[in-house]
């Protein structure tokens, strides 16, 4: 049995979540949120905790089994409390503004890029950092993974867009011996 998949997921106060035959939908004060339900995995509600089981023993519900109770434990975070992916920026005239919807990065390039960010992301920019909050797990990450790839780190400096808990690998120069 999944070890994932056998935890119960813990439903907050204000969380409503409701399973259909064809999808599951969670609303709670910062969002609502839906995700397809899979035909193998189902989700039984009962005293504030959601728990999946598997239909049968077959290799595509062991499969789904895991990541449906992952989704959906997102989902309930999300909705509850948010995400938050941090991204720092390291390099001279390195830099980074927002005005409304738009992210406008100097990344040493000969032009500003400006990055149009999806619907249910904000960012916010503070001291050489890019903080992207959303209540989507899988849409905020997607936007990090497309900021970071404008400038991704190099190994001799550092310079470029790099997650704030990522380690570099370092290397040196020429002249290291």
Same mark, same amino acid.
């Given at each position: @049995? !999944? *070890?994932? /998949?056998?935890?119960?997921? $813990?439903?907050?106060?204000?969380?409503?979540?409701?399973?259909?035959?064809? %999808?599951?939908?969670?609303? /709670?004060?910062?969002? $609502?949120?839906?995700? +397809? *339900?899979?035909?193998?995995?189902?989700?039984?509600?009962?005293? #504030?905790?959601?728990?999946?089981?598997?239909?049968?023993?077959? *290799?595509? %519900?062991?499969?789904?089994?895991?990541?449906?109770?992952?989704? =959906? %434990?997102? @989902?309930?975070? #999300?909705?509850? $409390?948010?995400?938050e992916r941090r991204?720092?920026?390291?390099?001279? &005239?390195?830099?980074?503004?927002?005005?409304?919807? =738009?992210?406008?990065?100097?990344?040493?390039? !000969?032009?500003?890029?400006?990055? $149009?960010?999806?619907? &249910?992301v904000s960012a916010?920019?503070?001291?050489?950092?890019?903080?992207?909050? &959303?209540?989507?797990?899988?849409?905020?990450?997607?936007?990090? %993974?497309?900021?970071? !790839? @404008?400038?991704?780190?190099? +190994?001799?400096? /550092?310079?470029?867009?790099?997650?704030?808990?990522?380690?570099?690998?370092?290397?040196? &120069?020429?002249? /290291?011996k």
């Amino acid at each position: @049995m !999944s *070890r994932v /998949g056998k935890l119960p997921i $813990q439903i907050p106060k204000g969380v409503e979540v409701a399973v259909t035959d064809d %999808a599951i939908q969670v609303k /709670g004060p910062k969002g $609502q949120l839906s995700a +397809p *339900r899979h035909p193998l995995v189902a989700l039984e509600q009962e005293n #504030g905790t959601l728990q999946c089981e598997r239909r049968d023993g077959s *290799r595509k %519900a062991r499969a789904a089994h895991g990541l449906i109770r992952a989704l =959906t %434990a997102n @989902m309930v975070h #999300g909705v509850s $409390q948010g995400f938050e992916r941090r991204l720092e920026i390291s390099g001279v &005239g390195y830099r980074a503004e927002v005005s409304g919807n =738009t992210l406008t990065l100097n990344l040493g390039y !000969s032009h500003p890029i400006e990055y $149009q960010l999806p619907e &249910g992301v904000s960012a916010r920019v503070e001291k050489g950092q890019i903080v992207l909050s &959303g209540i989507d797990k899988e849409l905020l990450g997607a936007a990090a %993974a497309k900021i970071r !790839s @404008m400038r991704p780190p190099e +190994p001799y400096k /550092g310079k470029g867009v790099k997650y704030v808990e990522e380690r570099l690998l370092r290397k040196e &120069g020429k002249s /290291g011996k």
